[in-house]
């Protein structure tokens, strides 16, 4: 960095002078998170700015690779020390002297909305700029909700603050967030930028507090807040969101500030931040492996996907938008080219809805290479199958694969459930072998399961990480072990689920309950969505491995007996009459799972919805228990994760071991016992003491 140092500002927090322009440095390393030391800096720094008669502007900038990437979000869970960023932003508003943010980057939340509060910003075209709160179960705190529509209208500040949108600086600049772009990526460009442009002020300031908000129809901003309440499902912090905005062309700013902050401080409190602060904690977390420190990942410039059907195009999708080239391996011309069908409807599907330009489409379809050639696969780093998941389907592959790829390629499998070992016992370099459990559609969900086979080398599962960063994806290891995390825990709460309707529920009143609770479907829908022969045909392969005393409910085997697949054959759980968009209750299943109840002497009762959900819950507490106690887990973060983002389990609730560790230990012990006793024989209670507190 150039100019001349200041000590009067130290610490994490230092004044370098570029003539009459005082440079703020924050340095607090990694991200520069505005922790207590950096408010204390800046406001020392900007009281300097004030007293010194040399100085006639100041930049606030970011040592490193980023501004302030956000709040210490690790302050949040308990009382916040002075001076509180409110406080900053004032002295800077106050100041008679402006003040320019130079963002490169991160901008997020806290880091946001001090460069709001300066009277410029000047952005590195790679920064990224938005308010994330609501996300994290709050609201801005430090005049978010005020600055932020004052710029760009109130419709368009209720969209950004409720989805915590990720602003690109480009897409800022056209909002009118930014002032000016730098001409490059680099901290020296920004900086330059930044002073120049404090030096343009001559003096003047430019606050956004003193800005009027933007006039526009009341229509607008209401079409806004129904979209903000219905994507975020209604949750307080949306709701709060929504009316701190509206505040800002409602009442004095200075009311207006402190009721937000008012009600920031009350729901950085509450459980549903500390859940979403537990999530985003896990996800920073999730990739970290103490045993691949220092291990380099192998080379990955292309990729290979065998299977061109609902998921293995999904997952060219996300490597081409990804800027991977692939080659994609189909069995027969006709499965080959329903694929490719389905790839440039994808892509024409979003040129048309303006999400990416036609010579942005058109460069991703030309770095795909179709083939029904197995050879063709010789060039790829990794390759990752999405075929039948069928043992000795996948086997025969990867046998075929092992003869044709090059010495060190990865080969990864996509099974759900399926043993690794024994698909990569088929090759001659299991090494080289790893589960990469994608969610579906692929291109959408951030999920993969990334699975650790007894003989995959620790290079292995750095490649596979790499990918999964690659692609823009949340990466959480697992062993081999059936179903992995996520379809293991699912299988466990799909049965305790068919328990409940054998005893007396039914399938709506079961899905209601869940859904209630918070889940995005209820099990009976959800299996009807992705089809009841898919768990039928799982049963089926494990029969001869279940013990004959064990409970086992018929009741999903006999629909799909009748034919009752699901949405795809009109009916399942529910009936699906043409043209339906939810299913119906039909008398039919009704009838079917009276009597299955009634074949095994069962007298039917009625379960509250307090118990449904209290024994799903369990159900899925007392599994993750048991994945944690075999090693097929590595935290409680990781299970959480995995049911929240690949499994519907409201993320406001923290994930099931996040839930479980607010409930009492001797609550939880008891009710585990009696979760037991109703399941019957064949239930495996695991150690509730394998959960760590949170």
């Given at each position: 960095?150039?100019?001349r140092?200041?000590?009067?500002?130290?610490g994490?927090?230092?004044?370098?002078?570029?003539?009459?322009?005082?440079?703020?440095?924050?340095?607090?390393?990694?991200?520069?998170?505005g922790?207590?030391?950096?408010r204390r800096?800046?406001l020392?720094?900007?009281t300097?700015l004030a007293a010194d008669?040399?100085?006639?502007?100041?930049?606030?900038?970011?040592a490193?690779?980023t501004?302030?990437?956000?709040?210490?979000?690790?302050?949040?869970?308990?009382?916040?020390?002075?001076?509180?960023?409110?406080?900053?932003?004032?002295?800077?508003?106050?100041?008679?002297?402006?003040?320019?943010?130079?963002?490169?980057g991160?901008?997020?939340?806290?880091?946001?909305?001090?460069?709001l509060g300066?009277?410029a910003r000047?952005?590195a075209?790679?920064?990224?700029?938005?308010?994330?709160?609501?996300?994290?179960?709050?609201?801005?705190?430090?005049?978010?909700?005020?600055?932020?529509?004052r710029?760009?209208?109130?419709?368009t500040?209720?969209?950004l603050?409720c989805?915590?949108?990720r602003l690109?600086?480009a897409?800022?600049?056209?909002?009118?967030?930014?002032?000016a772009?730098?001409?490059?990526?680099?901290?020296?460009?920004?900086?330059?930028?930044?002073?120049?442009h404090?030096?343009?002020l001559?003096?003047?300031?430019?606050?956004?507090?003193?800005?009027?908000?933007?006039?526009?129809?009341?229509?607008f901003?209401?079409a806004a807040?129904?979209?903000?309440?219905?994507a975020g499902?209604?949750?307080?912090?949306?709701?709060?969101a929504?009316?701190?905005?509206?505040?800002?062309?409602?009442?004095?700013l200075?009311e207006?500030?402190?009721?937000?902050?008012a009600v920031?401080?009350?729901?950085?409190?509450?459980?549903?931040?500390?859940?979403?602060?537990?999530?985003?904690?896990?996800?920073?977390?999730a990739?970290?492996?103490?045993?691949?420190?220092g291990?380099?990942?192998?080379?990955?410039e292309?990729?290979?996907?065998?299977g061109?059907?609902t998921?293995g195009?999904?997952?060219?999708i996300?490597?081409?938008?990804?800027?991977?080239?692939?080659?994609l391996?189909?069995?027969g011309?006709?499965?080959?080219?329903?694929?490719?069908?389905r790839?440039?409807?994808?892509?024409?599907?979003?040129?048309?809805?303006g999400?990416l330009?036609?010579?942005a489409?058109g460069?991703?379809?030309?770095?795909?290479?179709?083939?029904?050639?197995?050879?063709?696969?010789a060039?790829?780093?990794?390759?990752i199958?999405?075929?039948?998941?069928?043992?000795?389907?996948k086997q025969?592959?990867?046998?075929?694969?092992?003869?044709?790829?090059?010495?060190?390629?990865?080969?990864?499998?996509?099974?759900?459930?399926?043993?690794?070992?024994?698909?990569?016992?088929?090759?001659s370099r299991p090494?080289d072998v790893?589960g990469?459990?994608?969610?579906?559609p692929?291109?959408?969900m951030?999920?993969?399961?990334v699975?650790?086979?007894?003989?995959?080398?620790?290079?292995?599962?750095?490649?596979a990480?790499?990918?999964?960063?690659?692609?823009?994806?949340?990466?959480?290891?697992?062993?081999?072990?059936?179903?992995?995390i996520?379809?293991?825990?699912?299988?466990?709460y799909r049965?305790q689920?068919?328990f409940?309707?054998?005893?007396?529920?039914?399938?709506?009143g079961?899905d209601?309950?869940?859904?209630?609770?918070?889940?995005?479907m209820?099990?009976?829908?959800?299996a009807?969505?992705s089809?009841?022969?898919?768990?039928?045909?799982?049963?089926?392969?494990?029969?001869?491995?279940?013990?004959p005393?064990?409970?086992y409910?018929?009741i999903?085997d006999?629909?799909?007996?009748?034919?009752?697949?699901?949405?795809?054959?009109?009916?399942?759980?529910?009936?699906?009459?043409?043209?339906?968009?939810r299913?119906?209750?039909?008398?039919?299943v009704?009838?079917?799972i009276?009597?299955?109840s009634?074949a095994k002497?069962?007298?039917?009762?009625?379960?509250?919805?307090?118990?449904?959900?209290?024994r799903?819950?369990?159900?899925?507490?007392n599994?993750?228990?048991?994945?944690?106690?075999?090693?097929?887990?590595?935290r409680?973060?990781?299970?959480?994760?995995?049911?929240?983002?690949?499994?519907?389990?409201?993320?406001w609730?923290?994930?099931?071991?996040?839930?479980?560790?607010?409930?009492?230990?001797?609550?939880?012990?008891?009710?585990?016992?009696?979760?037991?006793?109703?399941?019957?024989?064949?239930?495996?209670?695991?150690?509730?003491?394998?959960?760590?507190?949170?």
């Amino acid at each position: 960095m150039t100019g001349r140092p200041d000590d009067r500002a130290g610490g994490t927090v230092r004044l370098e002078r570029d003539g009459g322009v005082a440079v703020i440095v924050i340095d607090n390393p990694p991200v520069n998170a505005g922790s207590t030391a950096v408010r204390r800096g800046l406001l020392d720094a900007v009281t300097t700015l004030a007293a010194d008669p040399e100085l006639e502007a100041a930049v606030l900038i970011g040592a490193g690779r980023t501004f302030i990437a956000g709040s210490d979000l690790r302050e949040f869970g308990q009382p916040l020390e002075d001076p509180q960023l409110p406080a900053v932003i004032a002295a800077i508003e106050a100041c008679a002297k402006p003040v320019v943010a130079a963002l490169h980057g991160a901008a997020l939340g806290g880091g946001f909305e001090l460069a709001l509060g300066c009277d410029a910003r000047v952005a590195a075209p790679g920064t990224r700029v938005g308010l994330p709160e609501v996300t994290l179960g709050m609201i801005p705190g430090a005049g978010g909700t005020q600055r932020l529509p004052r710029l760009v209208g109130l419709s368009t500040a209720i969209a950004l603050i409720c989805e915590g949108r990720r602003l690109a600086a480009a897409d800022a600049l056209a909002l009118g967030l930014v002032d000016a772009l730098a001409s490059d990526d680099g901290v020296e460009a920004v900086r330059t930028a930044a002073v120049a442009h404090a030096r343009s002020l001559a003096g003047r300031k430019c606050r956004a507090a003193d800005k009027p908000v933007p006039a526009e129809p009341a229509e607008f901003i209401e079409a806004a807040a129904v979209a903000a309440l219905r994507a975020g499902r209604g949750r307080p912090p949306v709701i709060e969101a929504i009316r701190a905005v509206r505040a800002a062309a409602e009442r004095p700013l200075d009311e207006a500030l402190a009721e937000e902050r008012a009600v920031f401080q009350r729901l950085r409190l509450e459980t549903e931040a500390f859940a979403r602060r537990h999530l985003f904690f896990a996800e920073r977390d999730a990739a970290r492996l103490a045993e691949l420190e220092g291990v380099a990942p192998r080379r990955l410039e292309r990729i290979g996907v065998v299977g061109a059907g609902t998921m293995g195009t999904g997952i060219v999708i996300a490597a081409l938008d990804a800027g991977l080239p692939v080659t994609l391996l189909e069995n027969g011309a006709g499965a080959l080219d329903t694929g490719l069908a389905r790839l440039r409807d994808h892509y024409a599907r979003r040129v048309d809805g303006g999400k990416l330009s036609a010579e942005a489409a058109g460069k991703r379809l030309a770095a795909l290479e179709p083939t029904i050639d197995i050879a063709a696969l010789a060039t790829a780093d990794l390759v990752i199958e999405a075929v039948f998941e069928d043992l000795e389907v996948k086997q025969d592959l990867f046998r075929r694969l092992d003869s044709v790829l090059a010495p060190g390629a990865v080969l990864a499998s996509n099974t759900s459930y399926l043993d690794l070992d024994a698909i990569a016992a088929a090759t001659s370099r299991p090494r080289d072998v790893v589960g990469l459990h994608f969610f579906s559609p692929a291109n959408v969900m951030r999920l993969l399961e990334v699975v650790r086979g007894a003989k995959t080398s620790p290079d292995v599962l750095a490649t596979a990480l790499a990918l999964a960063k690659r692609l823009g994806k949340l990466p959480v290891v697992a062993g081999n072990a059936f179903g992995f995390i996520g379809n293991r825990i699912y299988a466990a709460y799909r049965r305790q689920c068919e328990f409940l309707i054998e005893e007396g529920a039914l399938p709506a009143g079961v899905d209601a309950a869940l859904e209630r609770f918070g889940f995005a479907m209820g099990p009976f829908a959800v299996a009807d969505l992705s089809g009841l022969d898919i768990a039928w045909r799982m049963r089926r392969q494990q029969s001869a491995t279940w013990d004959p005393a064990a409970r086992y409910v018929e009741i999903p085997d006999r629909l799909c007996e009748a034919g009752r697949l699901g949405r795809k054959t009109g009916a399942g759980y529910y009936r699906y009459p043409p043209g339906a968009k939810r299913g119906e209750t039909d008398p039919e299943v009704t009838a079917l799972i009276e009597a299955a109840s009634s074949a095994k002497g069962i007298v039917r009762r009625a379960i509250p919805d307090e118990e449904i959900v209290g024994r799903v819950l369990l159900t899925m507490v007392n599994e993750a228990a048991c994945l944690l106690s075999e090693g097929v887990a590595a935290r409680a973060s990781d299970i959480d994760l995995v049911l929240v983002n690949g499994y519907g389990f409201p993320a406001w609730e923290g994930g099931p071991l996040f839930w479980a560790t607010r409930q009492d230990p001797s609550w939880l012990r008891a009710e585990l016992a009696r979760l037991a006793d109703l399941s019957g024989p064949g239930f495996r209670r695991c150690d509730p003491g394998m959960i760590p507190a949170v």
